[in-house]
């Protein structure tokens, strides 16, 4: 069984950083794109990276210059600079992903970031 597990998450001013890790774990065979996405209260889930096995990637407009998306095996990353009080949200991890009985998309739990003064 897959599991996708977020951490990293946090309250911190606006103008500070944080940086979210998503392990996969369970009988994985390959890892195609991870992504980020956010859901703030009263608003729709968003894409905010995504990141190919390639590591070709791609930002939501609204984060561009200031997060940045990458990945190491079984582990994906997003560093999240200069945070604004917008960007306060719940991040889930979503993988496509290969395991031995067929291709699917998993998400995690997420984790929750909090940007205010």
């Known amino acids: 069984q897959v599991q996708l597990v977020e951490s990293g998450g946090g309250l911190v001013q606006p103008g500070r950083s944080l940086r979210l890790s998503c392990v996969a774990s369970?009988?994985?065979?390959?890892?195609?794109?991870m992504s980020w996405y956010r859901q703030a209260p009263g608003k729709e889930r968003e894409l905010v990276a995504e990141?190919?096995?390639?590591?070709n990637t791609n930002y939501a407009d609204s984060v561009k210059g200031r997060f940045t998306i990458s990945r190491d095996k079984r582990t994906g990353y997003l560093q999240m600079n200069s945070l604004k009080p917008e960007d306060t949200a719940v991040y889930y991890c979503?993988?496509?992903?290969?395991?031995?009985?067929?291709?699917?998309?998993?998400w995690g739990e997420g984790t929750q970031v909090t940007v205010t003064s």
């Open positions: 990141i190919t096995r390639g590591d």
């Open positions: 979503n993988a496509d992903i290969l395991t031995a009985f067929r291709r699917s998309e998993y």
């Open positions: 369970g009988n994985i065979f390959n890892i195609y794109t």
